[in-house]
């Protein structure tokens, strides 16, 4: 196992430390079919060399975090496919196995450490594989959604992620159930919505959504992910302010996709010019979320400690520049 010391909580104090980029876009771009319903937690099983393989493209580039494969990983959506639930749990475990696997070989071809590991945990939604992780709002009680996360997050962190990554979260209360959730399990966690303008996109205003994890312990930071960049701007600068925790921004490339001609379409938008600005306004997990390659965290990467040696903007995280891949 990759030496994580210090934990990345002290490792945000200290500075910006730089997120992976889209995992089903590094993926799909080795040639790998994500169409099915489980998406990239297909391969987990399948194809586990190639999930190790997009996450050793990032930590290469200068991700110092990698997150798992498991976002759209249930125990209901295996289910579904026949997978009992002593393999699901096994698939899970393995989803945190593979990203150490990454690092300990990108450690051993001469990236400088400490590098982590994020469990991912995605919204109810995106179990449904039906579009409804972008709107929330699934009829569920609180309590059923917390029923629901519940079991998948005992199993993450018993794998012992550097932390879990509620992430992509749609409604303000899934926030609540995923909040309670993780109360008790020893592993901390990063909260990270998806939002539309200065909403959740279940239409919640934004600062109470923030509000709810300002107290929660577990929590070491809280922001937005697959999000349009504009949109994270001005995120960024409303989390720090309501929470006082270091923020989380990982957005989209700044295009859209057309669900009826399956296609990206528009012109990204997402400028490592963005990124200091985000530092400066608290963010301390910065990477990128759809349509982002290790090429753009590359630069990002470069981009931060660059800022951090010029004194031009927060220290760097805990291991500065990137050593060579």
């Excluded at 989803?95 to 469990?119: H, I, K, Q, T």
């Excluded at 995923?178 to 959740?200: D, E, F, H, K, M």
């Excluded at 903007?313 to 060579?324: L, Q, V």
């Amino acid at each position: 196992m990759v030496s994580t010391s210090p934990p990345l909580a002290e490792a945000l104090a200290a500075g910006p430390v730089v997120l992976d980029g889209g995992l089903s876009n590094q993926l799909e771009a080795a040639g790998h079919d994500l169409s099915d319903a489980l998406w990239s937690a297909r391969l987990l099983a399948k194809e586990p060399e190639a999930v190790v393989q997009a996450h050793l493209a990032y930590y290469e580039a200068g991700a110092q975090v990698a997150i798992t494969s498991s976002y759209q990983a249930t125990f209901e959506g295996f289910a579904r496919r026949g997978i009992g639930a002593e393999q699901a749990a096994a698939l899970l475990g393995r989803s945190v196995e593979l990203a150490r696997e990454a690092a300990g070989r990108a450690v051993a071809g001469g990236v400088a450490g400490p590098l982590y590991v994020a469990a991912s945990a995605g919204p109810y939604g995106a179990m449904l594989a039906d579009g409804s992780e972008y709107r929330g709002r699934y009829g569920l009680s609180v309590a059923e959604l917390e029923r629901f996360h519940r079991p998948r997050l005992e199993v993450l962190a018993a794998a012992r992620p550097d932390v879990l990554a509620l992430e992509t979260v749609p409604d303000a209360d899934e926030a609540r159930a995923l909040l309670r959730a993780v109360r008790g399990l020893g592993v901390p966690a990063y909260l990270s919505y998806s939002i539309a303008g200065q909403r959740t996109r279940a239409g919640q205003p934004l600062e109470e959504a923030f509000a709810l994890a300002a107290d929660v312990d577990e929590v070491i930071a809280v922001g937005v992910n697959c999000c349009a960049p504009d949109d994270a701007d001005r995120a960024v600068r409303l989390a720090a302010r309501v929470t006082g925790k270091p923020v989380v921004v990982y957005p989209n490339s700044g295009e859209s996709w057309d669900a009826e001609a399956r296609a990206w379409c528009g012109s990204p938008a997402f400028g490592t010019d963005r990124v200091a600005g985000w530092a400066t306004d608290g963010a301390r997990l910065i990477g990128g979320c759809c349509r982002v390659g290790p090429d753009v965290i590359a630069e990002l990467a470069a981009g931060l400690a660059e800022a951090a040696h010029s004194g031009t903007g927060p220290a760097a995280g805990s291991r500065g520049r990137p050593g060579p891949g």
